[in-house]
């Protein structure tokens, strides 16, 4: 790696953000954090003329083009709000107004800046902000690998980055772009939705982080957060595409189920905690996909009736010992293995009754299958009642089905005709 430090105006540093030759947010770099009051004080040092400490950026050529690009590796939240206070909005949509109020240090804030957007602001001050210079080092001849550490090694010494802002920078593999691929989908119609988590959660991926720990239940069962959770990162880094595909198919199908247990109760229950979230998910998802059990629609109000009764009754006051130690192990280090497993098992005595267990055996064998069609002396369809000409165009129906807990053995089934079954399984 090469580094040259450099003085660049803010004017040209604008006019290449304009042409899309600055990119402020590489695959590392954590997401937009700044409260406004950081922004006023940024705004108003710089109209000041004070000092701004370095940035830092990654330069890249093209070979073929020549064109030049600059990604920001430290620095970030200061740049944008640059760029932001010369749009006149901010990042979240709200006008860039400067004002004593919002200054973190009102005694120091510019009187002459009241009420100023940039497009308000005297030409002399408009001329003194794109004039200011940038203070930059720039890094050429650089791997990804040394940006990354560079990255993490400059916020490591500010203690800026929190422990899942770090793993977005340390970590780009399969599992990452998993989860922040599912956070991103649940992200507004569900986490915000439902108040699971907010704003300030997901401006500093809260909402990345937690969809993490929900995928290592499914790939890990039931583990320690503080512990696992950068493990589950590094083991997963690459995936089997047709694993990635399977595990995000049922964690949205848990989220689903999830919904249409509780809908708009999810809001105001316990169950938009974190830590029940996590046991409540954990276990649908063992009992669809684990064990193998149905929960049918009929007995979607008894188990949201459980869940509501539970919410009110989990408190430090509660009667009932077994649900006062449910509520002891969300609120006293709830994220822990064991704190969640007693929280999984409770909801499991209450939940897994109510479920259909189905037989583990989904489909009938090759002898089964000789045997039923050697028993039928007419070779009738179970299904349509028309004779089935071959062998070949025969299979082996449930007659309960199996979705509904019916057994994979010879006793519930019947020959049928392929498509009459494959039509029925369909339903």
Known sequence: MRTNLNSTPISILNEQYTLGNVN????????????????????????????????????????????????????????????????????????????????????????????MTFSKLPIEFQQKFWLYKITMEELTESTEE????MFVRLNLSNVKLNLQELRNALFQGDFKKMA????????????????????????????????????????????????????????????????????????????????????????????????????????LYTLVYEKKMK??????????????ELSLEANESASNPQVLQYFINTVNAGDTDSSRKYRYNYLSELIEPLCIDRDPKRVFSETEKQFLWHKSSDKKCGLCSNIIADYTDCEIDHKTSWTNGGRTDISNGQIAHVTCNRKKGGR
Do not use: C
Not at 65 to 87: A, P, W
Not at 295 to 308: F, R, T
């Open 180 to 283: 922040y691929e599912l956070a991103d989908d649940f992200e507004e119609d569900y986490y915000l939705k439902y108040k699971i988590l907010s704003i300030s959660n997901i401006k500093r991926m809260g909402d990345a982080e937690f969809t993490s720990e929900l995928l290592g239940s499914i790939l890990r069962s039931i583990t320690n957060k503080k512990d696992k959770l950068d493990d589950l990162y590094r083991d997963y880094d690459t995936m089997d595409a047709d694993d990635v595909k399977t595990t995000k198919k049922k964690f949205r199908a848990i989220f689903n189920l999830i919904e249409s247990l509780l809908g708009d109760d999810l809001r105001t229950t316990r169950f938009n905690n974190k830590s029940d979230f996590y046991s409540l998910f954990h276990l």
């Open 24 to 115: 402020l947010q590489p695959k590392y770099q954590r997401r937009l954090v700044w409260p406004f009051k950081n922004k006023v004080y940024l705004i108003d040092s710089i109209l000041q003329g004070l000092p701004l400490p370095k940035f830092f950026m990654q330069i890249r050529v093209d070979s073929q083009t020549g064109k030049t690009v600059y990604y920001m590796v430290d620095g970030q939240q200061r740049l944008s709000t640059i760029f932001e206070f010369i749009k006149g909005k901010t990042n979240d949509g709200g006008e860039f107004v400067l004002s004593r109020k919002n200054h973190p240090e009102p005694e120091k804030f510019l009187s002459e800046l009241e009420g």
């Open 146 to 149: 040394e940006i990354k550490d």
């Open 295 to 308: 929960i049918d629609s009929a007995v979607y109000h008894e188990i949201k009736k459980i869940l509501i």
